[in-house]
Every structure is written in C-alpha cells, then in structure tokens.
C-alpha cells in the first residue's frame, strides 16, 4: 500500500530535550516536505526537499533541522524544543510537479512542557 | 507574493443541500496547481480535487467540483447533497511550478458542519 509513516503519533516532551520525528514514503517520491499546523494559521511548511542531499527552509524554518540521505526517509529534528513548537506537524511527499498532490502521513501531535 | 484566503472560519449546510466554500489566491506564477483538502475529525489529510492554471474546464470529482474563475482569482469548492460525513475542515492549497521548490501553500482552512 502506497503511505507516508509518521512516528510517533503522539508526543508529550519537555523544554530542552531533544527529539526527531521520523517520516518514510514508499511511493519513490523526490518531493517531501514537514507542516505545522496551528488553529486559524492553517499548515505552515517548516522544510522541504526536491531529493536527496537537497533540503531548503519553508516558511517557519526556526527551530527544526532536517536531514534527506536516502528518498524515501525525511526525519524532522527539534535540538531543543521549545513550548512554541507544541503542535499538530505532517510530513507530506509527492512528485516534483506543480499539477500533483500532496500524501500525507497521519500527523504527529507534539506537546512541549 | 504567494497567498491563499479562506474568508469563511466556518459553515453551516443542511444534510443533501450544496455548499460554497470559498478561496482566493494570489500569485505572479502562470503556472500552478490548486488542490482542496478535508481534514476530519480523526485528523487525516484527504486529497479532494486538483484545478490547473491551464485548464479550460472545472475540475469534477464525483460530488465535489471546483468553480475555477481564473480572472478572479478564485478557486471555490462546491459540495453537491452533503453529508454528514462532510462535517470536517477544508483547506485550499496552491502549488507553484514555474519558481524553485515546488512549494505548496495552504488557506487558514473553513470548517464545515453538515446538520441533519
């Protein structure tokens, strides 16, 4: 079956301690990408990357690093977490084209205390 | 630059009637995509349509349908004989192609509850 596979899905953590976030595609995706989602902000793109080796900042880079050494995996990393960054956050792939859509994973719900 | 505008926080349709829900976007790009999403409660993301800058055609997928006004900008979602499985939250996206990274941006999203 064609998936993105988030890990965890649930994640309570304190300030401080860090963490990643592991995504994986089995579709051969070269597009894959980290959201955050936030009430009344809709998804905000942390990171991205068009393929391997190859990761640029999205719109809310601060905070997180990311790594892309093999395609199908897309780990987002948090050094230091911070109470801001509690929220809902997507890993998502696709093609590297404009006429195609988004797969996500299932979402992992971060709460830093 | 890029921008998605949902205007409708939430909405409110009664069971087997249609229902708007609106976007707007902005962008200098000739070529780009526009997608809708729902999300239900469970908190999955679903992939609905897709709409080309080039089309000619509104998209249609089975009861939803995309009203495309290009001039306007405009990109509205219209679900025909709702149900109450469509009581979720909606997101418009607008995916680039011409500029780097293929980057995909989303609406603040419009929830949608479908009434019995």
């Known amino acids: 079956e064609a998936q993105v596979t988030q890990n965890p899905r649930y994640l309570i953590t304190v300030t401080g301690k860090k963490l990643t976030v592991t995504c994986s595609q089995n579709m051969n995706h070269e597009y894959m990408s980290w959201y955050r989602q936030d009430p009344g902000l809709g998804l905000r793109q942390i990171y991205y990357s068009m393929n391997v080796e190859v990761t640029d900042k999205g719109d809310v880079p601060e905070g997180y690093k990311v790594s892309r050494k093999e395609k199908r995996n897309f780990p987002l990393i948090l050094e230091s977490p911070s109470p801001n960054q509690t929220s809902l956050y997507f890993c998502?792939?696709?093609?590297?084209?404009?006429?195609?859509?988004?797969?996500f994973g299932n979402g992992t719900r971060l709460t830093v205390t | 630059a890029q921008k998605i505008t949902q205007t409708q926080p939430g909405m409110f349709v009664q069971e087997k009637e249609a229902v708007t829900l609106d976007c707007t976007y902005d962008?200098?790009?000739?070529?780009?995509?526009l997608f809708w999403y729902k999300q239900p409660s469970s908190g999955e993301m679903i992939f609905l349509i897709y709409q080309g800058s080039y089309d000619q055609q509104n998209a249609t997928e089975g009861r939803y349908s995309l009203n495309f006004q290009k001039a306007r900008k405009s990109a509205n979602l219209v679900i025909s004989a709702s149900q109450l499985g469509d009581s979720a939250m909606y997101f418009c996206?607008?995916?680039?192609?011409?500029?780097?990274?293929?980057?995909?941006?989303f609406g603040a999203g419009t929830r949608l509850f479908v009434k019995a």
């Open positions: 962008t200098s790009d000739p070529s780009y995509g």
């Open positions: 996206a607008m995916r680039e192609g011409s500029t780097g990274g293929f980057k995909t941006i």
């Open positions: 998502a792939s696709s093609p590297n084209t404009p006429t195609s859509p988004l797969h």
